[in-house]
């Protein structure tokens, strides 16, 4: 599950002109979902995105998270956000997971927000949506339960390197040198791909 989390003062969406979801400052979750999905992968995210401290407290400092602001949360279904860009003009969307598949791990996601005590809106699942928001900061976060958001690079990084969405056992304090070599791929001219190695840190987060 991969989303787009944007601190706002504002935002609302509309479908067919009519206001389908609207809230005030707190958070736009745009949310896309993959085929390997579950819901509990939803509920993680879920539980990361409501106790991120991205909101001022009195001092100015980002230590609040959107409950203890008062805010509530506008999440969104985008399958867009697992548009694979890297060959040709036109977005490839097979990592997303088909509408009936994605309709209830959304609907189970909106869920585990709610049991959080947070309030939560939404928008229209498969309907042309016009999103308006006012970016507050601007504060915007890209969280992803399996790893980071694809850069040009496939690299076989565990989970709790990005985002802390999932948690893993922690690899022992004197790891072999193998451990700390990962083998990744990077694309290449017609298609072709380039073995390489990258140094990851055991047990970093």
């Not at 991969?2 to 958070?27: D, F, S």
């Not at 991205?54 to 400092?61: A, N, P, S, T």
Request: net charge positive.
């Amino acid at each position: 599950m991969r989303t787009v989390v944007q601190r706002v003062r504002r935002a609302e969406v509309r479908v067919e002109g009519r206001i389908v979801g609207k809230i005030g400052p707190g958070l736009l979750v745009l949310v896309g979902i993959t085929k390997e999905d579950t819901p509990e992968t939803g509920k993680g995210l879920a539980e990361k995105i409501v106790r991120l401290r991205i909101f001022d407290d009195q001092q100015g400092r980002m230590n609040l998270d959107v409950r203890e602001a008062g805010g509530a949360v506008l999440a969104v279904s985008e399958f867009t956000l697992y548009g694979d860009c890297r060959k040709g003009r036109r977005p490839n969307y097979m990592d997303a997971a088909p509408p009936d598949d994605a309709l209830p791990l959304y609907h189970a996601f909106v869920e585990s927000l709610k049991a959080l005590g947070v309030k939560v809106e939404t928008g229209e699942f498969r309907a042309m949506m016009d999103v308006e928001l006012v970016n507050d900061g601007p504060v915007t976060l890209l969280l992803d339960s399996a790893g980071p958001f694809e850069r040009g690079v496939r690299a076989t990084v565990p989970a709790a390197h990005v985002c802390g969405c999932r948690r893993t056992a922690r690899a022992p304090q004197t790891p072999d040198r193998n451990s700390l070599l990962k083998r990744t791929l990077i694309p290449w001219r017609h298609g072709s791909l380039i073995p390489i190695c990258i140094r990851v840190m055991a047990g970093s987060r």
